[in-house]
Structures are given as structure tokens and as C-alpha cells.
């Protein structure tokens, strides 16, 4: 930096270089005619009823600090319906804390768990932040492959192969981003051995369980016998009520560990946004159709979406049966998926993220979100069809 002596960067950040996605992100911001099938958030608006809640909340005045851990009446409705729909019941006063997004709960929960040496156990490919924040906490991430053959599901022999004495925590993402992937029962209850057996403590990330396609379960680990007091259950109004912006999410878990979860939130964050909190409160309590109306039209999408891409010749894709990403194969073209994700940006005009942003096996993968119009959809298939095509035409002479 110029001017400075020395660099004033600490050693636990200097490591940190701007994501991958977000470099993509950014070369594709307005380029004109780009069809961007990139975002990790619903292109829906949110919905009505939760504005107007909002603007009540500002109009009288709620503009003020609240308890770190949320307002009392979202904290019990979000027991209710952890309860209801999850069935693991949580003390709304001691279990269970609201924070500003998912991704802050990843964070402050590591942070509160992770002393430096400490393993953590992840997918490969996985949701981008969980291993840097692994190791912003000074833990160490391990990677257990997930493969196509295998529908994108943990082998828990796989798993097991990677704990040692240092290993504390599993982090699950069901269903998954980036595979779409929605993990069973039975894998989720062999998972449920291993931690018990090994005395592990468990992550589960729930944040896409209500986008879930072809009638699949959405299990919570919390659930399955004996594993609520393993399990930090995390999960947010992002995905479900299209909120992104909004910033507010929650983290239920047994009492000690939210106890200094919420005292370390307390110097980070001071308290979730109050506005949000009202409007996160009208999203549990208020009317769901809107949340199958979105997951209906995420639903016609994939359909299409996975249709167009099987029918390129050179990538396929595997159904997914949840979340709202196709994570699709393009391994025939020849290509790196960094190669082929420029390709397509300058060729297509279509941005999608190469599958190596997350993870090594996400190699010979593209993700393309299908939170995005039809018209885009079928206009971006179009325009990809002929440069793959003409790829893999190339690659056979
Ligand atoms: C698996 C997963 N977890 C967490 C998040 C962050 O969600 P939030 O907006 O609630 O912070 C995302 C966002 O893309 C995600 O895909």
C-alpha cells in the first residue's frame, strides 16, 4: 500500500484474495447483452406481505438496538417452526439465535467452536465460504470427494477414512449447493453414527430445505435420534422468502454453545437489523404460498433447464433435487471449466461459475443458476448450445 511502511494487515486475513466467483462477478457486471445464470439468490421480489411489515416496523419507529440473539417473538416463532417442520424442539430463550444471514452463522459458529489445529470435515465440491472461514478460525479444512456416480451423496466409508484425533466438526449442506444434491435418510443417519462414534460436532446448513423438487425428504440432522445436542443447526430467509438483502438468518443449537456464540456476537454484530427481525417474523408467520409459488417456478425451470443442457451434445447434468443450481458436466468438451466459463462469457454472451471455484472436484464442472427468468433460460441455452457444439466438433478432429 502506498504511503505505508509496513504492511498493517493482520496474518490472519492477508492470506484471504478475492473469491474466484466474485472476480467473475465482476468482470461480468454490465456487459451489455450478458445473460448472467450465476446468482446464489432468487430473482423473485420479496414478497408483499413481509414489505409491508417493514415499512410498519420503520413507520413506528422499531429503528432501535435489540437483544443480540433477536426479538423474543421471532425467536418462538422460529421454534414453532423448527418444531413443526423440522421436529426438533429448541428453547426459543436458550437454543436458538437470530444473526444477519447464513453466512454469519457460519462464521460466528466456527468461531466459537474451532480452536486452531481442529479438522473440519467438508465436501468437495463445497459452498465456497466454509473452508476459508475454517481457516480464517484457524482449524483445517479436509475435503471428502462427492461424485456424480454416486448422485452427489457423502460415502460415509469416504468420510470416515478422513477422521483423525484432530477432528471436531462435519459441516452438511443439504440440500446442496453447488450439486443440488438432497441428501437421504439412511446417508444422513449412516453420517449420524459416524458422529456419534467419533464424538463429532455437526454444522447443518439448511438454508435451501423448502427449494426441493420430485416430493424429496428434507431431513434435519437435529432430528435423528441423539444428534440435537452434536448439532448446530444453521439456516436463514434468504433462499425460502427471497430476502438476500435483508440479511438475517438463525442458528439453533444447544444452550452453552449458543450462550457464547450470542456473548461473541455481541462485540461483532451487536444485534441482527430490527427491521429485518419484523420482517423475517412475517415470513414464518405469515401466508407460504408464496413460497411454493417460487419453488413451482424454480421447479419448471430446472425442467427446462436440465432438458436444454442433455440435449447439447459434449455436457450433461444430473437432475437435482434441490436448491436452484445445475451443476452440469463438461467433461467431454476438453475444457477446464475456467476455460469454458470464459468461453461462454466471450462466445455466448452467457455467464455461468466454473465448478473448480468449488473445490478440486469440481473440476470438469460448470454451475449454472436457474434463478433466473425463462426467457433468460432459453435464450442462454440457445446461445450456449453452438459454442459447445463447435468445442467438442474441434476437439474430435
Ligand atoms: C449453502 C449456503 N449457505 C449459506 C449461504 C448464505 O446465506 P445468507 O444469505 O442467509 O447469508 C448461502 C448463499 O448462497 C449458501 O448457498
Not at 133 to 138: E, K, P
Amino acid at each position: 500500500m502506498e504511503g505505508m511502511s509496513r504492511s498493517f494487515v493482520s496474518s490472519r486475513v492477508s492470506w484471504l484474495s478475492g473469491a474466484m466467483t466474485r472476480e467473475f462477478m465482476k468482470m461480468m457486471w454490465g456487459v451489455p447483452e450478458l445473460i448472467s445464470l450465476t446468482a446464489g439468490e432468487p430473482d423473485f421480489k420479496t414478497p408483499e406481505h413481509i414489505i409491508e411489515v417493514a415499512k410498519r416496523a420503520l413507520d413506528e419507529g422499531f429503528t432501535h438496538y435489540t437483544p443480540t440473539g433477536g426479538i423474543p417473538e421471532l425467536l418462538e416463532a422460529i421454534a414453532e417452526k423448527l418444531s413443526r417442520e423440522n421436529g426438533v424442539d429448541y428453547d426459543p430463550e436458550r437454543e436458538i439465535m437470530c444473526v444477519p444471514g447464513t453466512q454469519e452463522a457460519v462464521f460466528i459458529t466456527l468461531f466459537s467452536t474451532i480452536d486452531p489445529g481442529d479438522e473440519v470435515i467438508l465436501t468437495d465440491p463445497t459452498y465456497l465460504a466454509y473452508a476459508s472461514v475454517v481457516m480464517l478460525c484457524g482449524g483445517k479444512p479436509v475435503s471428502v470427494p462427492v461424485t456424480e456416480e454416486e448422485g452427489f451423496r457423502i460415502d460415509v466409508e469416504e468420510l470416515e477414512k478422513k477422521i483423525t484425533d484432530k477432528t471436531k466438526l462435519l459441516i452438511l449442506n443439504t440440500p446442496n449447493n453447488p450439486t443440488g444434491a438432497v441428501y437421504t435418510r439412511s446417508t444422513l443417519e449412516a453420517i449420524a453414527d459416524v458422529a456419534q462414534r467419533h464424538d463429532l460436532l455437526v454444522i447443518s446448513d439448511e438454508i435451501y430445505e423448502k427449494i426441493i423438487y420430485d416430493g424429496a425428504e428434507h431431513v434435519s440432522f437435529a432430528s435423528l435420534p441423539n444428534m440435537k445436542e452434536r448439532t448446530i443447526t444453521i439456516n436463514g430467509f434468504s433462499k425460502a422468502y427471497a430476502m438476500t438483502g435483508w440479511r438475517i438468518g438463525y442458528v439453533a443449537a444447544p444452550s452453552q454453545l449458543i450462550e457464547k456464540m450470542m456473548a461473541a456476537n455481541g462485540y461483532i454484530i451487536v444485534c441482527p437489523n430490527s427491521i429485518a427481525q419484523r420482517a423475517a417474523h412475517a415470513a414464518l408467520t405469515g401466508p407460504q404460498d408464496c413460497v411454493e409459488e417460487m419453488v413451482k417456478e424454480f421447479d419448471r425451470r430446472r425442467k427446462v433447464i436440465v432438458q436444454g443442457i442433455n440435449e447439447i451434445e459434449g455436457i450433461h447434468c444430473f437432475l437435482p433435487k434441490g436448491a436452484f443450481y445445475a451443476w452440469v458436466n463438461i467433461k467431454e468438451t476438453g475444457l477446464s471449466s475456467f476455460e469454458l466459463t470464459f468461453k461462454l462469457f466471450q462466445e455466448a454472451k452467457v455467464g455461468v461459475l466454473p465448478g473448480s471455484a468449488f473445490g478440486a472436484q469440481g473440476e470438469g464442472y460448470l454451475r449454472i443458476s436457474y434463478a433466473a427468468s425463462m426467457d433468460s433460460i432459453e435464450r442462454a441455452l440457445e446461445r450456449i448450445k453452438p459454442v459447445i457444439e463447435r468445442v467438442v466438433e474441434e476437439k474430435g478432429q
